[in-house]
């Protein structure tokens, strides 16, 4: 389907996702809003626990029914649909083929007693009209995109059988085989190691760019973000707290938690106090007890006493209309090399 450039392929509004627990219900993921576009990728930073895989898997609709609740006037706009509201019948129908999704860990996403070419060709028999004959062909030639070798071999093997790397790119394939209009990553290149991170990362750039479909990429590693992103999103304790491009967020990052990450970032030539890299003070807030202003303020040292009082909005902001969730944004240039603000 071709896809008009300036209008948003997908629309989040207001999503706001519930978990049921022995300790009652916790809002995991708050009130967030974005759009993708077709043909860009899109990086969802912050640390563990920030509500990250939550907001994918809440897109996708993966969470378990039993005990999750997506709020009633979320809005997830697909084509027209909601995805919050719509029947599982119909999400089938998007799930894998409209939308797909990469997980995390492959040997846990891929059935160990099935062939890779049946789990590829798992999603073409249910969402085209190929015979067994074409979905062979077809699996064959996403192994052969995805820059397998010896494809038609690696297509009657089993997951044990193939490297980590390997795994990962059969992840992608079984993603890509219907040509998604969305791809989400949910941190693809954690469990591998720096040279096959980066033949993964420039696998999926050039698929992108070859079929035009836009990435959500789900990450805590700033570096993936610098290197294939077109904009980024900072969530903190279940909130979107910043959005900006790339550059914008790597030059002028306007919330203090954004900054913290990027000056958290190992740089060649960057100076060090006492030797050791800056980091965080503090940890991210239970979500069963957030502070009653800003959720950022136990670590902030930009603190007053407004922030303890009142929780900051998402809005845009004077320095450059880019909206971010600070009382008092920070409104300053950051040295990429020293990390110095100026």
Known sequence: MTNEPNKPILKVRGMTTRFRTDRGIVTAV??????????????????SGCGKTVTSKTIMRLLPERNSIIDPNSKIMFEGMNLATASESEMRLVRGDRIAMIFQEPMTSLNPVFTIGWQIEEALKYHTSLDRSGRRERAIEMLRLVEIPNPEQRYKEYPHQLSGGMRQRVMIAIALCCEPDILIADEPTTALDVTIQAQILALMAGLKDKLNT????????????????DRVIVMYAGRVIEEASVFDLFHRP?????????????????KLENGRLPTIPGIVPSLFNLPEGCRFQDRCEYKSQRCVDHEPCLEPHAFDDRPVRCHTPLNQEVDLTTGATE
């Open 214 to 229: 836009s990435i959500l990429l789900i990450t805590h590693d700033l570096g993936v973000v610098a290197q294939v992103c």
């Open 30 to 47: 708050d009130d967030v809003s974005f759009d993708v576009y077709p043909g860009e990728t899109i990086g969802i930073v912050g640390e």
């Open 254 to 270: 306007q919330h203090p938690y954004s900054k913290a990450l990027l000056e958290s970032i190992p740089r060649v030539g960057k």
